[in-house]
């Protein structure tokens, strides 16, 4: 339901209206063949509070910075420290793992495809997810990406590997493959503020970032019941004009894992046990496990889209 992580091609094309979610402040990755600048205000993750132990780097088991929910507004993704520049993404779905993308310093950039949920990570630590809209072309062709100036140029190089060059203004920006017979098929790659994913078959998807979305998007921890440890994370940001993003709590156990969330899209959850209130209004509430205000916005920063 969440993501394909594996190499399996993804063959669904959703006529939809493209539903973003900023997960991370978005920072370029180191290595990035990209020649395009750099999203203007962009900072790195913060790193693991402690260096990684050499036996622990060795087991690639990594340590574990955060979960961040997907674009689909149900799916969660923990991200962890392998190494320096060096992070993998563990999708889960209703609890169930569905596989892993990893970004290091030779792919700077990896992204997972399912039935059009976009997941891009990059070896900053950094994710970007989106749900896919119509793909307008396959095989080789050209188009322009969602800025409706940069152009994608795409070349086959076989039944099920494509190449796309993307330039603006005559000048060239960067360029990925997508090889549906290696470890990652998806070729991904960031443009300034524009994220880029090539499908084996030839198709592009496309996300601009919003603008100062680091700056407009304050979270809160509350308890939800101190004798299970369990807290409720508030994030408060801007409602879009479609998709998940915008006000959302997430409930924790001790450990730190989602083990539940509502946004404003779906503000309450099956067995009731989470439920907010308010969320196009710019001052959302929660209401359950406990009653809480979430953060207010920044001076400045709108209540939609």
């Known amino acids: 339901m969440l993501m394909e992580l594996s190499a399996r091609r993804n063959s669904v094309r959703l006529a939809a209206t493209a539903a973003v979610a900023a997960l991370a402040v978005l920072a370029p990755a180191a290595g990035a063949s ?3 600048p750099s999203a203007a205000g962009a900072a790195a993750v913060p790193r693991a509070a402690h260096a990684l ?10 340590t574990y910075l955060r979960t961040v929910q997907l674009a689909d507004g149900v799916s969660v993704g923990k991200i962890y420290q392998l190494g320096e520049h060096h992070f993998r993404l563990e999708g889960f779905a209703d609890g169930h793992s569905v596989g892993s993308i990893e970004a290091g310093p030779g792919k700077p950039y990896v992204a997972g495809n399912d039935n059009g949920l976009i997941t891009v990570l990059d070896n900053d630590g950094n994710v970007m997810s989106w749900m896919q809209g119509y793909l307008r072309g396959s095989g080789s062709h050209t188009e322009k990406l969602v800025d ?52 084996p078959d030839g198709g592009v998807t496309s996300y601009r970032e919003p603008a100062n979305a680091d700056r407009c998007t304050v979270t809160t921890f509350v308890t939800a019941d101190p004798d299970k440890g369990t807290r ?4 408060n940001r801007p409602v879009p004009v479609s998709g998940p993003d915008g006000p959302q709590a997430l409930l924790t156990d001790k450990y730190g894992t989602v083990v539940d969330g509502v946004n404003f899209n779906h503000p309450e959850s099956v067995d009731g046990r989470l439920k907010m209130t308010g969320g196009r209004s710019g001052h959302p509430q929660l209401l359950e496990p406990v009653a809480a205000a979430f953060p207010k916005l920044p001076k400045g920063c709108p209540t939609g889209a």
């Open 34 to 36: 990209a020649a395009g």
């Open 232 to 235: 409720v994370q508030l994030t």
């Open 53 to 62: 132990g050499a036996a622990e780097a060795k087991a690639g088991k990594g």
């Open 148 to 199: 409706g100036v940069t152009v994608a140029k795409v070349s086959a190089l076989g039944p099920q590997r494509h190449k796309a060059v993307f330039s603006r203004g005559g000048r060239v920006l960067g360029s990925v493959v997508a090889d549906a017979d290696s470890g990652d098929p998806y070729g991904a790659l960031k443009l300034g503020s524009i994220w880029v994913v090539l499908d």
